[in-house]
C-alpha cells in the first residue's frame, strides 16, 4: 500500500508577525518620506514666496521716495508713505501704490481665511554727514500662523535723496498698532527701537 506525505505547512505565528512588521516599517517609512518632501517643498515656496514679496516692497518704497523727491514738484509739496496693516498695501498719500493681488490661506488658529503673508516696513533717518538717508525695514510674516507670527523674511537698505535739505523728512508711529508690530516690536533681535512706520517728506 501506498502512503502519501504531505509535507506542506503554513506559515506559524511568529513568520506573520515578522513579515507584518516588516510591511507596517516600509509603510511607515514611505509616509514620513513623503511627508518630509512635502514640506521641503513648501518650506523651498514659502521663503522664495516670501523673499520676492519683499523686493517688490522695497521697489515699490525706493521708487516712489526718489520719483517724489527728484521730480521737479512745487515747493512745499509734501508725501506721506505707509502700510495699510488691513492689507498690507504700500500707500503714498493714502493712495495704493500697488496692490499685489495675494493668496489666501485658513489660519490653523481660528479657521479664518486671510492674506497669506503680513508685510510690515518700518522707517529711521540718519542724516549725519550731511547725507539724508532714510533706512528701512520690511517684514514678511507668514499669516498662517497668527497669532503665533512666524517671520519669513527680512530686507533692509537705505535710500538717499541727494537733493532733500535739512528739515524736510520727518518720522512717526501714526498708525495704530496690531498684533503683528506689537510682536516685531517685542522681539528684541529685531532692533526696531528708534523705528517709525510712517514717513512723511516735503519738497
Known amino acids: 500500500m501506498k502512503r502519501i506525505h504531505n509535507n506542506k505547512r503554513g506559515f506559524t505565528l511568529v513568520e506573520m508577525m515578522l513579515a507584518l512588521a516588516i510591511i507596517v516599517i516600509i509603510g511607515w517609512t514611505t509616509v514620513a518620506l513623503m511627508m518630509a518632501t512635502r514640506d521641503s517643498f513648501m518650506t523651498t515656496y514659502n521663503t522664495n514666496d516670501s523673499s520676492n514679496y519683499a523686493k517688490l516692497y522695497a521697489d515699490g518704497f525706493e521708487n516712489t521716495y526718489l520719483r517724489h523727491t527728484q521730480e521737479d514738484a512745487p515747493t512745499g ?11 498690507s498695501i504700500l500707500k503714498d498719500n493714502g493712495v495704493a501704490v500697488f496692490a499685489p493681488s495675494q493668496m489666501t490661506t485658513k489660519n490653523v488658529n481660528n479657521g479664518h481665511i486671510v492674506d497669506k503673508w503680513e508685510i510690515r516696513i518700518y522707517f529711521k533717518h540718519d542724516n549725519s554727514n550731511g547725507k539724508q538717508v532714510v533706512d528701512y525695514k520690511i517684514f514678511v510674516v507668514d499669516n498662517y500662523y497668527s497669532p ?8 533692509e537698505g537705505e535710500v538717499w535723496a541727494p537733493h532733500m535739505g535739512y528739515g524736510k523728512i520727518a518720522l512717526s508711529n501714526t498708525l495704530s498698532s496690531d498684533g503683528v508690530d506689537d510682536f516685531l516690536r517685542g522681539q528684541s533681535t529685531y532692533h526696531l527701537s528708534g523705528w517709525y512706520d510712517t514717513l512723511t517728506y516735503t519738497k
Not at 77 to 87: A, M, R
Open 77 to 87: 509739496t509734501s508725501s506721506v508713505i505707509s502700510i495699510d496693516k488691513t492689507h
Open 148 to 155: 503665533t507670527y512666524r517671520v519669513m523674511c527680512i530686507q
